[in-house]
C-alpha cells in the first residue's frame, strides 16, 4: 500500500513577533489513516535540517534517525525516493519522471518545506509542542571554489528542469516577438526563476528568494574572475537567454 496521494496545500506567511517573516506548516507523522498533527512556525531562512534538529531535541532522538516527507510532483523533486512499504520479494520500479499525482519524497536537510511534511523515524508526535517554532541558523556570507562550483551546477541543474525551461522559451518567445525592454525581461525573468532558487538557495545557507539571491551573488563574487566559475557562468546565462 502507498501512502495517499494529497495535493500540497500553499504555505501560509505571516509575521513573527519580532517582524521575522514566517511559514506555517503542518506536520503529521508518515503512517496512513488519520494522524495527529502539530504546527511549524518556520521562520525565515529555516530549513528541514533546522526543523530535524529541534524536533530531535525534544524528542531526545539522533537526527539521523528521523527525517521528513512531502508530497511532490515527481518532476518538482530532486530526491526521487519513494516512501512506504512495497511488496515483498518485488523489485524496486524505477519511478517515472511524471506522474499524474504526487509522491512522497524524502526531504534533504537543506530544502525549505513547501507544505504539510510527514515525520520519519519516530512511533508518535509526543513530547512535541502544539506549535513548534524553528529559526534560521546563520546565514553564510562566503564560498569557497568549490563550493562555488557545486552551487553553480545545482543552479543548472534547477534551471534545466522542464518546468522551467518551458516558461524561459515561452519567455523568450515573446521578448522576440513583442520587442520586451530589458528591465522587464529581467523581472519576468526573476519570476519564473523565483520556485528553483528558492529550492537552492536555502540549501547552501542563504536566504530564500528575492532576499537570498544578492547574498548569493555576493559570496560568488570574489570567484567570478575565476576561469572554472567564469565558464559555469557563461552555461548558466546561456539557459536564461542572457
Same mark, same amino acid.
Given at each position: 500500500a502507498s501512502l495517499h496521494h494529497t495535493l500540497p496545500t500553499p504555505p501560509y506567511l505571516s509575521g513573527s513577533a519580532d517582524g521575522?517573516?514566517?511559514?506555517?506548516?503542518?506536520?503529521?507523522?508518515?503512517?496512513?489513516?488519520?494522524? &495527529?498533527?502539530?504546527?511549524i512556525q518556520l521562520l525565515e531562512g529555516a530549513t528541514v535540517g533546522d526543523i530535524l534538529k529541534k524536533i530531535s531535541e525534544y524528542k531526545k532522538v539522533p537526527q539521523s534517525q528521523i527525517f521528513l516527507t512531502e508530497a511532490r510532483w515527481t518532476d518538482n523533486a530532486h530526491c526521487l525516493c519513494r516512501m512506504g512499504p512495497k511488496t515483498a520479494g518485488a523489485l524496486e520500479a524505477p519511478i517515472p519522471y511524471s506522474a499524474?499525482? &504526487?509522491?512522497q519524497v524524502k526531504l534533504h536537510r537543506n530544502e525549505v518545506p513547501e507544505s504539510c511534511v510527514s515525520l520519519?523515524?519516530?512511533?508518535?508526535?509526543?513530547?512535541?509542542?502544539?506549535?513548534?517554532?524553528?529559526e534560521a541558523k546563520v546565514l553564510r556570507t562566503s564560498l569557497t571554489k568549490?563550493?562555488?562550483l557545486q552551487?553553480?551546477?545545482?543552479?543548472i541543474a534547477a534551471y534545466s528542469e522542464d518546468s522551467v525551461q518551458e516558461r524561459l522559451?515561452?519567455?523568450?518567445?515573446?521578448?522576440?516577438?513583442?520587442?520586451?525592454?530589458?528591465?522587464k525581461y529581467a523581472r519576468l525573468l526573476s519570476d519564473i526563476l523565483l520556485p528553483a532558487q528558492r529550492k537552492v538557495l536555502p540549501r547552501w545557507g542563504f536566504e530564500?528568494? &528575492?532576499k537570498g539571491v544578492p547574498q548569493m551573488l555576493a559570496a560568488i563574487h570574489p570567484h567570478e574572475v575565476d576561469p572554472d566559475v567564469d565558464l559555469?557562468?557563461?552555461?548558466?546565462?546561456?539557459?536564461?537567454?542572457?
Amino acid at each position: 500500500a502507498s501512502l495517499h496521494h494529497t495535493l500540497p496545500t500553499p504555505p501560509y506567511l505571516s509575521g513573527s513577533a519580532d517582524g521575522v517573516m514566517a511559514q506555517w506548516l503542518d506536520l503529521q507523522l508518515l503512517q496512513q489513516g488519520f494522524q &495527529p498533527q502539530r504546527k511549524i512556525q518556520l521562520l525565515e531562512g529555516a530549513t528541514v535540517g533546522d526543523i530535524l534538529k529541534k524536533i530531535s531535541e525534544y524528542k531526545k532522538v539522533p537526527q539521523s534517525q528521523i527525517f521528513l516527507t512531502e508530497a511532490r510532483w515527481t518532476d518538482n523533486a530532486h530526491c526521487l525516493c519513494r516512501m512506504g512499504p512495497k511488496t515483498a520479494g518485488a523489485l524496486e520500479a524505477p519511478i517515472p519522471y511524471s506522474a499524474a499525482v &504526487p509522491i512522497q519524497v524524502k526531504l534533504h536537510r537543506n530544502e525549505v518545506p513547501e507544505s504539510c511534511v510527514s515525520l520519519g523515524g519516530v512511533e508518535d508526535l509526543d513530547d512535541l509542542p502544539n506549535i513548534l517554532t524553528v529559526e534560521a541558523k546563520v546565514l553564510r556570507t562566503s564560498l569557497t571554489k568549490e563550493e562555488c562550483l557545486q552551487l553553480q551546477d545545482d543552479l543548472i541543474a534547477a534551471y534545466s528542469e522542464d518546468s522551467v525551461q518551458e516558461r524561459l522559451n515561452k519567455l523568450k518567445d515573446r521578448f522576440e516577438k513583442e520587442g520586451l525592454a530589458g528591465n522587464k525581461y529581467a523581472r519576468l525573468l526573476s519570476d519564473i526563476l523565483l520556485p528553483a532558487q528558492r529550492k537552492v538557495l536555502p540549501r547552501w545557507g542563504f536566504e530564500a528568494p &528575492p532576499k537570498g539571491v544578492p547574498q548569493m551573488l555576493a559570496a560568488i563574487h570574489p570567484h567570478e574572475v575565476d576561469p572554472d566559475v567564469d565558464l559555469k557562468a557563461v552555461i548558466l546565462n546561456a539557459l536564461l537567454g542572457l
